[in-house]
């Protein structure tokens, strides 16, 4: 659970390369994220392991290559 631990949101570099829309409504779209991760939507996630997050950043380094 997520409830005793301060979340932060981070973008991964280009994940937003295929928005399709207008640097404002991209704007918007973040700040919503943001703003549902502050108004605790995101309360009772669960956080992923060390192994999920290394597949994670293996998946991203794999995609990253490919671009």
Request: glycine share 6%; proline share 1%; hydrophobic share 45%.
């Amino acid at each position: 659970m997520t409830k005793d631990i301060e979340l932060k949101v981070v973008f991964a570099e280009g994940s937003m390369n295929e928005f399709d829309g207008t640097q404002e409504e991209l704007d918007a779209f973040v700040a919503e994220i943001k703003e549902m991760v502050a108004s605790g939507a995101f309360a009772d996630a669960i956080p992923i392991t060390e192994e999920e997050e290394e597949e994670l950043n293996l998946l991203y380094a794999k995609q990253k290559g490919l671009q």
